[in-house]
């Protein structure tokens, strides 16, 4: 059986011999884009001198906000997903536009999606929804000190805002209920503490 202190070493032996120039990138070409993202083909050398076409989805990142009332409730939405057909339940959240600063977006996407607005911001963290498909990063914010607005939802959504506490978030997770792959990343980082740290 493997001690903590030896299985910490191990990770930390791992990520320093996966330095970022283990990889070089010869070419890189948009094979289509769209208002949201590119597809994009890489050729590049990999550590042992060999070459690799890489296909991936290209973004500007996105946000996602943990809003919480001063009730200790916090916002979530629920709204039909087309690529799943299923009604998803997920933190307020969407793209992040060109040259655009994220706790900007983050703002917009709460007042846009719910109504509400926040008095104080706090960054959570970063994460990478799926590091094989895309080189997007979320960019996650605890937002306190709320206030409601009218909500101005993009004309494609149709979103239901519901309040719900610690606990029973925790029980939409464990039951599968909360599906949504962004949320539930974002929601382990608030309960990891990650805003203490930025």
Sequence with gaps: MISMDHSQDQLRNHSQDQSPN???T?????????????????????????????WYAHTHGSVFVIARTDEQCFVLTEQM???????????????????????????????????YEATRWTKLGEFNPMN????????VYLAEGLKLGTAQPDPTENIAVRLVDEAHIN???????????????????YKCGAGQRQ
């Design 81 to 115: 997903r087309y690529l799943n057909k299923r009604m998803s339940i997920e933190f307020p959240g969407g793209g992040l536009p060109k040259d655009v600063d994220p706790a900007e977006q983050a703002r917009r996407e709460l007042r846009e999606e719910t109504g």
């Design 26 to 54: 010869l070419t890189s070409t948009v094979q289509h884009a769209n208002p949201y993202w590119e597809y994009r083909l890489d050729r590049y050398e990999l550590w042992n001198g060999n070459e690799a076409d890489y």
């Design 132 to 139: 094989g498909l895309s080189d997007e990063l979320c960019h």
């Design 171 to 189: 029980e939409l997770c464990s039951t599968n209920k909360i599906w949504d792959g962004m949320t539930l990343a974002a929601w382990m980082l």
């Design 22 to 24: 283990a990889f070089r």
